[in-house]
């Protein structure tokens, strides 16, 4: 009998692994937080109307209390904090295979002002939040959703201190038109896009695992049969 439900526990867990071991399951500070160090060749405008120059950053999502996004910029050796923004869920169709840093075009002779920051392998991204005097010259010049806050909400210095009051503020988009509207109606997530198993794919993982099945349940009932017997 012992080595009978030895058999079937071994069987058991044979299976089991067969389902639930997930390869590539990475632990760490980096997966929550995000952090990503970025080169920048360009000078590029960041929410608040700062301009950060051509130069490598650090980008990492502040850990905080509030059910919204807070963004992070920090320089190369994480000593210096130049921005603390705050940022909506964004969306895209396909996940890249690198980091990705969206901009949007200003005014000629201006620099670039961020956009979206996507992470690799990722479809979910960050998308920056301006003030809503900024918001309404981006939305008209790429003809595109800009989200925004009040203008009195955007924090004038980069401590983390000040981030409560901008996690607090009402938030809106607004339309090329100018008109506001709700940041759920502008920005929408793409449809869930479900693959069809291809006709091609072999049954053969589920002949094994009912044959291993019928095996264990031939095996048991023979070990059953002969304790009887005995």
């Not at 003030?131 to 210095?157: R, S």
């Not at 409560?164 to 988009?173: G, I, Q, R």
């Amino acid at each position: 009998m012992k080595r009978f439900k030895m058999t079937i526990g071994i069987l058991a867990t044979f299976i089991v692994a067969m389902f639930f071991v997930a390869p590539g399951l990475k632990a760490g500070n980096d997966v929550w937080n995000k952090k990503t160090t970025v080169a920048f060749t360009q000078p590029f405008e960041v929410p608040g109307g700062q301009t950060l120059p051509a130069g490598t950053y650090v980008f990492k999502l502040l850990d905080s209390p509030f059910d919204r996004e807070v963004v992070q910029i920090f320089s190369a050796d994480q000593n210096t904090l130049y921005a603390t923004v705050l940022a909506i869920p964004d969306y895209r169709l396909k996940a890249g295979e690198t980091t990705v840093m969206q901009f949007q075009e200003t005014t000629p002779g201006s620099p670039t002002a961020l956009k979206a920051w996507f992470h690799p392998g990722e479809r979910g991204g960050h998308e920056f939040v301006y003030p809503h005097t900024k918001a309404v010259q981006l939305a008209k010049a790429t003809n595109e959703a800009v989200p925004y806050m009040p203008n009195e909400f955007i924090p004038e210095i980069t401590e983390p201190a000040t981030t409560p009051t901008m996690e607090k503020a009402p938030l809106k988009a607004v339309e090329p038109s100018g008109q506001d509207v709700e940041v759920a109606e502008a920005f929408q997530p793409p449809p869930v896009q479900t693959a069809a198993l291809p006709h091609t794919a072999s049954p053969l993982p589920l002949i094994g695992l009912m044959g291993l099945l019928s095996l264990a349940l031939g095996f048991g009932a023979r070990e059953v049969a002969k304790q009887r017997a005995e």
